[in-house]
């Protein structure tokens, strides 16, 4: 049998520089979120699986580097809880509210309703169960949509993808902090005071769970450890950067209309389950673009930053020399 190149034995077996700083990182994540969050069994499994996937074998490791935009978003989300917004800035409540009122209300015969209290007064079955289903893509399908790019051979493209959804997470999350406020439903429910620790409601998604008996949004809900993040709506953002890379497939018509679809669906529902203001969805929607635009028009015209990507396309496409092309 031929003895394994160079470049074959770099992704046999991981360098000692790489395994070292991949631990330390590990380490440093666990011992910051015991610390300052409260550590769980998800995140010792979490760490685990990553550890695995990098060490087993080459397409494993590989898989678990492309993957880690993902992993720092979820850090990222978790992290927030070690100082939250409320307690960074005035929580906005009764000014949002008046603001969309103002710019999108609804006249009716008790006065002026928000988009979100129309809709409360004139729910339908189909528009219920059609609200579920499609809260339940808002991550599922951008991270189904990232894989498909990249087992079919499109992993500079899939990193790009990876990496706008990290970034437009991160400004959605600056928007937390610079201006905490109210979801729709917490002012029905709650009034226009800011009560630290109010839990999470399902609101509107509550006849999903009624209707199928699934539970699934109760679930959910019941572990949002922060009401006060509803400005920009980053429900209405995911599919959206989705949708923005699927136009950069030559083909691929399907995903361009599944996920234009399911993009409009959750931004209407966003609205209808008073999860959001429109105010919330259109700022998701600017968050969206961006992120995209910042990426592609700006640091990828940064020489240094190219070729960063370029080394990191290469890494998780197994070429080690040169830059990925890929299939669209």
């Known amino acids: 049998m031929n003895p394994l190149s160079v470049s ?36 010792i499994m ?6 695995v996937m990098f ?43 008046n603001t969309e009122k103002r710019l999108f209300g609804i006249a009716a015969a008790g006065g002026t309703l928000t988009p979100n209290e129309w809709f409360a007064l004139h729910t339908n079955p189909v528009a219920d169960i059609l609200a579920g289903l499609f809260y339940l893509c808002w991550v599922p399908v951008p991270i189904i949509f990232g894989l498909w790019l990249y087992f079919t051979g499109r992993q500079k493209l899939y990193l790009h ?31 226009f005071e800011a009560i630290p620790g109010t839990p999470g409601e399902v609101a509107g998604l509550g006849a999903f769970d009624s209707m199928t008996g699934l539970g699934i949004f109760h679930g959910l809900y019941a572990r949002n450890a922060n009401v006060f993040a509803a400005v920009p709506s980053l429900h209405s953002a995911y599919t959206l950067v989705a949708f923005l890379y699927s136009l950069h497939l030559r083909k691929s ?16 529902s966003a609205v209808y389950t008073s999860h959001h203001y429109l ?49 669209r």
């Open 8 to 43: 074959e034995r770099h992704f046999h077996t991981p360098g000692a520089r790489e395994s070292f700083i991949l631990c330390g990182l590990i380490v440093v994540w666990l011992a910051v979120t015991a610390l300052f969050v409260g550590l769980r069994a998800e995140h």
């Open 279 to 327: 105010i919330d969805v259109l700022l998701g929607i600017a968050c969206a673009f961006a992120g995209y635009l910042l990426f592609e028009k700006g640091l990828m015209r940064i020489a240094g930053f190219r070729r960063f990507i370029d080394r990191y396309a290469a890494y998780i496409s197994k070429k080690s020399k040169t830059p990925t092309h890929d299939k």
């Open 55 to 97: 060490f087993s074998c080459s397409s494993s490791r590989r898989l678990a580097i492309a993957l880690l935009p993902f992993l720092v978003f979820g850090i990222s989300y978790d992290w927030m809880n070690i100082v939250p917004n409320y307690e960074v800035n005035t929580v906005d409540t009764a000014g949002l509210y």
């Open 253 to 268: 018509t399907g995903w361009k209309v599944a996920l234009a679809v399911i993009t409009v669906g959750i931004w209407t």
């Open 161 to 191: 993808f990876a990496l706008v959804f990290l970034l437009v997470n991160l400004i959605g999350f600056a928007g937390y902090y610079i201006h905490p406020a109210t979801p729709p439903w917490y002012i029905a429910s709650h009034g």
């Open 46 to 51: 979490l760490a685990v699986l990553v550890a």
